[in-house]
């Protein structure tokens, strides 16, 4: 059974920064690609970056030069990077993996909050 566990999330004000991370177990194999997205109250989960197995990434338009996105092979987890926090990042953090071989797997979220 895959599991996605995320962490990292919290309280931290405008301009501050946050490190999420996602430990993915119970495969052998390892992820194709990876995201973060995030759902904010009222409003439609989105994509916030990506990541492919060979580490191209890609990121919404939103918080381009303001996150990153990297993934510890080694140590099965993808981390997000987030500067310069804005009150609009708010939402609940998802961490994705995708096996072409299992499909999707979410994990169980985390609150980022940021005030102004």
């Known amino acids: 059974q895959v599991q996605l566990v995320e962490s990292g999330g919290g309280l931290v004000q405008a301009g501050g920064s946050l490190r999420l991370s996602c430990v993915v177990s119970?495969?052998?194999?390892?992820?194709?690609?990876m995201g973060w997205y995030r759902q904010a109250p009222g409003k439609q989960r989105e994509l916030v970056a990506g990541i492919t197995g060979g580490s191209s990434t890609n990121y919404a338009d939103s918080v381009k030069g303001r996150f990153t996105i990297s993934r510890d092979n080694a140590k099965n987890t993808v981390y997000l990077q987030m500067n310069s926090l804005k009150p609009e990042d708010t939402a609940v953090y998802y961490c994705n993996a995708f096996y072409p071989n299992l499909g999707g797997y979410w994990g169980q979220g985390t609150q980022v909050t940021v005030s102004s």
């Open positions: 119970g495969s052998i194999f390892r992820p194709n690609a």
